[in-house]
C-alpha cells in the first residue's frame, strides 16, 4: 500500500474507532469491528473506502472458509459500521448465509 493510501487508512481507522467509543461501544466490540477493518486491509492491501460489492462479496466467500461464522458476522457488522459512521455510504448489503 503507498504511504499516501496508509495515511488515509490510518485517518479513516482512527475515526471509526472515535464513533464506536462515543457510540458506548464495549471495549471487545471496539477491538472486533476495528480488527475486522484491519483484516480487510491486509486482504486486499489497500484502504477499504476503494472497494465495491463484488469486492466485499469475494472477501466474505474466502473468509468463510477459514473462519467461524461468529467472526464473519463480527466482520460484517464492523464493515457495516465503517461504511454507515465513517464512509457516510449507503451499506450495499452483502448476502450472507449460513
Wanted: hydrophobic share 35%.
Amino acid at each position: 500500500m503507498k504511504q499516501s493510501e496508509a495515511n488515509r487508512f490510518n485517518t479513516l481507522y482512527d475515526h471509526h474507532q472515535k464513533t464506536l467509543k462515543l457510540q458506548g461501544k464495549a471495549k471487545k466490540t471496539i477491538d472486533a469491528y476495528s480488527r475486522a477493518i484491519r483484516r480487510v486491509r491486509d486482504y486486499f492491501d489497500c484502504c477499504p473506502d476503494t472497494l465495491i460489492p463484488d469486492d466485499l462479496e469475494n472477501y466474505f466467500a474466502d473468509l468463510v472458509e477459514t473462519h467461524s461464522w461468529s467472526t464473519v458476522k463480527i466482520d460484517r457488522l464492523g464493515l457495516q459500521h465503517f461504511w454507515k459512521y465513517v464512509l457516510k455510504r449507503e451499506w450495499k448489503w452483502v448476502d450472507i448465509v449460513k
